[in-house]
T-cell receptor, first 115, second 115 residues
Framework: AQTVTQSQPEMSVQEAETVTLSCTYDTSESNYYLFWYKQPPSRQMILVIR??????QNATENRFSVNFQKAAKSFSLKISDSQLGDTAMYFCAFPSTDSWGKLQFGAGTQVVVTP | DAGVTQSPTHLIKTRGQQVTLRCSPKSGHDTVSWYQQALGQGPQFIFQYYEEEERQRGNFPDRFSGHQFPNYSSELNVNALLLGDSALYLC??????????????FGPGTRLLVL
């Protein structure tokens, strides 16, 4: 069975600083995607970034970047130059590897950005 | 380009009643997935619809049923409501690319409270 583990329930960071969220997963597949979603207090689930496992280059989206370590099955998210609007719950998600791709979510990490 | 939309935004029901939630997928998407998110937890997969048929189902009882229409929109029905059904219900849409559906985009959710 595929599992997704986020071991940090909450992290606090000051504005303009950098924070890194960890995620580990378990799979026997070799070709798959990984996602980070953000859920602010409005509870809208927003796609932050996605990584394709067959790509060696780590994905980057503006201030968000990932550190993908395939052998270690680790997929961390780095938020640079943190802004107050980054305050949210962040979920790591892993899709099933059949064609339907239902998402398995981690427990989430609450990020609080302080002035 | 309209994103995923859901209605209603909030709903209050009493135990034993039935509820119907609605979802319209993002333009160009053909697959709709439903998730239940209890407070403080990650979303749990309920089921997924494609070509008007249920394709995958999570660990939810038969009280949870759904439908997909020819225009790809979808409904989630819950019968005999229990207090434990109180949650945020998220709809996500995706499309098949090379036979796989990896990236799911979420709607704003419907908050259901069962009294």
């Amino acid at each position: 069975a595929q599992t997704v583990t986020q071991s940090q329930p909450e992290m606090s960071v000051q504005e303009a600083e950098t924070v890194t969220l960890s995620c580990t997963y378990d799979t026997s597949e070799s070709n798959y995607y990984l996602f980070w979603y953000k859920q602010p207090p409005s509870r809208q689930m927003i796609l932050v970034i996605r990584q394709e496992a067959y790509k060696q280059q780590n994905a980057t989206e503006n201030r968000f970047s990932v550190n993908f370590q395939k052998a270690a099955k680790s997929f961390s998210l780095k938020i640079s130059d943190s802004q107050l609007g980054d305050t949210a719950m962040y979920f790591c998600a892993f899709p099933s590897t059949d064609s339907w791709g239902k998402l398995q979510f981690g427990a989430g990490t609450q990020v609080v950005v302080t002035p | 380009d309209a994103g995923v939309t859901q209605s209603p935004t909030h709903l209050i029901k009493t135990r034993g009643q039935q509820v119907t939630l609605r979802c319209s997928p993002k333009s160009g998407h053909d697959t709709v997935s439903w998730y239940q998110q209890a407070l403080g937890q990650g979303p749990q997969f309920i089921f997924q619809y494609y070509e008007e048929e249920e394709r995958q189902r999570g660990n939810f009882p038969d009280r949870f049923s759904g439908h997909q229409f020819p225009n790809y929109s979808s409904e989630l029905n819950v019968n005999a409501l229990l207090l434990g059904d109180s949650a945020l219900y998220l709809c996500a849409s995706s499309f098949a690319y090379r036979g796989r559906r990896e990236t799911q985009y979420f709607g704003p959710g419907t908050r259901l409270l069962v009294l």
